[in-house]
């Protein structure tokens, strides 16, 4: 009977410490992680880890995996199965809305065939706005602002600048270029009539080598600025041919605060003429010293900052929900609110699960007594040019969200 008791103690003993160890939370990256898009999408990994180690705990232990799209929707699927298949039930991707797109019927149709595996897809970075509009889902959350709210944005900051007079438009033909392109000319006459657009161009994503043709182009048309989607080394070597040409027009921007970007902007000598739409920078006030943890870390800066907030918006959700149930998380996140690193509250609207968030127009050039940080040890750094609120850039939704 002593034995027996003492077998009881043990089986207890062992158990207690079990259901104290954290539950491990798989996170899938699924991302283009080779070819001309790498760099950018490794940097995004990389903020996903990050914050996976700053936010596990004893009791909650996040995990990011890497899967490479290689940028195709076909493939986004594949290694979106092949993640659901290792067990893991959240989703992250954010580089194409091509992919984004067939992602999100993707995990549509899983969760209508599988209620008790359902996933979330968090999305980070693709920005079509059909993605919160007539595409949404219960189980899509977007953690950026899509590109009519950063069209919004940087349309009232140009209101302000009186020296923009001709405008010509450059995109990636594809769903987000297009969609760019779609708001610059209907925010553009809403906001400033008087603008001239002098050249609209769609180019091919990522085959783009020698954009000095496109640049000859932007110099004929006497354009003074230039708006473009533009990311990755599509935007680097754009960036880097206006340099080349010494073409002196303003560049506003969504992406030229994405890696590789920063320096090519300094090689291009563009000194406060490229602008960039985005939820923060380094050289605003921050709650905490995550900047300097990250750089410390990786080298580089901590410029996708609504990685955090995608983060600690789903952990939050998780202890609200008290499980890892994909429904019992989407009905804790919806709604939701979180304070960002800049001290604004953000919010994801529960009729489409869009985020809304500040948004900052800023300029890049020589870094000064102002700026505590600098990127890519160019010497050059950010500073804010513009501001719009939340409340501001919340466009309206056409959602209508169907019933999980």
Request: net charge neutral.
């Amino acid at each position: 009977m002593r034995f027996l008791a003492f077998l009881a103690v043990v089986f207890c003993a062992a158990m207690a410490s079990l259901s104290a160890r954290a539950e491990t939370i798989g996170i899938a990256f699924i991302d283009p992680l080779s070819g001309p898009a790498a760099a950018v999408t490794q940097n995004g990994l990389n903020h996903f880890r990050f914050m996976a180690e700053r936010l596990s705990d004893a009791k909650l232990k996040f995990e990011v995996t890497g899967y490479d799209n290689k940028l195709s929707p076909q493939e986004t699927i594949v290694q979106a199965q092949k993640a659901i298949d290792a067990g893991i039930r959240f989703i992250a991707q954010g580089n194409g809305s091509a992919a984004a797109a067939a992602l999100a019927d993707f995990v549509v149709k899983h969760n209508e065939r599988n209620p008790d595996a359902r996933v979330l897809y968090l999305n980070y970075a693709a920005i079509d706005p059909a993605l919160t509009n007539e595409k949404c889902s219960p189980w899509h959350f977007r953690f950026d602002a899509h590109a009519g709210m950063k069209m919004l944005a940087l349309a009232k900051f140009i209101k302000t600048q009186p020296q923009i007079r001709k405008v010509y438009l450059i995109n990636q033909d594809y769903s987000f270029g297009r969609a760019v392109r779609d708001a610059a000319l209907a925010m553009l006459k809403t906001e400033r009539p008087d603008i001239e657009i002098v050249g609209d161009e769609l180019h091919p994503l990522a085959k783009i080598n020698d954009f000095s043709p496109y640049v000859a182009k932007i110099a004929a048309s006497g354009a003074d600025s230039v708006i473009t989607g533009n990311w990755g080394s599509d935007l680097a070597l754009l960036l880097k041919a206006a340099g080349d040409a010494h073409l002196k027009a303003g560049w506003y921007t969504y992406y030229a605060s994405g890696i590789g970007s920063p320096t090519a902007v300094k090689q291009s000598g563009l000194e406060h003429r490229v602008y960039a739409v985005i939820e923060g920078h380094a050289n605003l006030p921050m709650t905490d010293r995550i900047e300097d943890d990250y750089r410390a870390r990786f080298g580089g800066g901590f410029v996708v900052p609504r990685i955090r907030l995608a983060m600690e918006m789903l952990k939050a959700a998780i202890v609200r929900a008290g499980s890892t149930d994909a429904d019992r998380v989407a009905a804790a996140m919806a709604g939701a609110q979180q304070k960002t690193m800049y001290g604004g509250i953000a919010t994801l609207r529960p009729a489409d699960h869009q985020v809304l968030q500040d948004l900052y127009v800023a300029s890049f050039g020589p870094r000064n007594a102002s700026m505590h940080f600098d990127e890519e040890n160019t010497g050059w750094g950010w500073k804010t040019a513009g501001m719009v609120k939340a409340a501001d850039t919340a466009l309206p939704t056409t959602c209508v969200m169907p019933q999980p």
